[in-house]
């Protein structure tokens, strides 16, 4: 297999996965702690700075929009192509960062459809394209990515998170057979610079003081461990689940 392997762990020795949304932020955070643990990484993004990440994690960058079926496509076959196969997903990408405020009564229809392509619809065109890979490899593991805003007033980006969990709980069900295991995390507020392009620091504040049970925002690296620990093995009894890291935001029963 024709693939670096990060310096520091094993427990992805020999697994190949793609990393939507990588170029920075949270993705380039799962993609370097997924390369680090010894997995070959497609660092996917529409945005080129993900070329410096695949270059810092020896992995591989794919131009890609989530959104396009034929773009989606070509990230699957470069992944087998350069690395023999896949064997984890995660669903990342996604509008934020430059997202519009509006309202959903409000908002430009071709604008809604177009985000919801790529923060609800994407997860599911990169899961059906790398479900014959993970197939061919015995199976799999899928960890998309939610928010607290499934639970909360979020709009449109609410709404499509939404989406996001129904389609992990409905994926589960559907590739359970194949081995293949879909979960989703659900991050609370994180200090990324597309956050601080969305979320006033003031705001942010009153988040943390008013919401949160632990008194600060999260990092990436908060959101690492789960991410790696729903793609292992030690999960795989797992699958179908949501599981929020958010500081003790949101309390579900």
């Excluded at 939507?20 to 702690?33: P, S």
């Excluded at 392509?117 to 199976?139: E, F, I, K």
């Excluded at 959101?223 to 689940?241: H, P, V, Y």
């Amino acid at each position: 297999m024709d693939g670096a392997v990060g310096s520091g762990g094993t427990r992805f020795d020999g697994k190949v996965a793609i990393v939507t949304g990588a170029a920075g932020g949270i993705g380039a955070a799962y993609a370097r702690a997924l390369a680090a643990e010894g997995a070959s990484v497609v660092v996917a993004d529409v945005n080129d700075a993900g070329r410096e990440v695949a270059d810092e994690t020896k992995g591989l960058f794919v131009h890609a929009d989530v959104s396009d079926p034929a773009s989606v496509q070509a990230m699957a076959d470069a992944a087998v192509e350069r690395f023999g196969g896949i064997d984890l997903l995660v669903n990342n990408a996604a509008i934020f960062g430059t997202m519009r405020l509006d309202f959903l009564f409000t908002v430009d229809w071709d604008y809604y459809k177009r985000f919801m392509a790529v923060n609800m619809d994407g997860a599911l065109l990169c899961t059906r394209a790398v479900v014959p890979h993970m197939r061919a490899r015995g199976g799999g593991a899928v960890v998309n990515q939610s928010s607290t805003a499934a639970w909360q007033y979020a709009g449109f980006y609410g709404l499509a998170k939404v989406g996001v969990n129904g389609l992990t709980q409905q994926l589960a069900h559907e590739l359970g057979s194949l081995g293949i295991r879909v979960n989703a995390i659900a991050p609370g507020p994180t200090d990324t610079e597309a956050n601080r392009a969305v979320v006033p620091g003031n705001m942010s504040q009153k988040i943390v003081r008013d919401r949160l049970a632990l008194k600060r925002m999260g990092t990436p690296d908060d959101l690492t461990g789960m991410c790696l620990f729903l793609l292992s093995d030690e999960a795989r009894w797992i699958t179908g689940q949501i599981i929020n890291v958010d500081g003790g935001e949101v309390f579900r029963a």
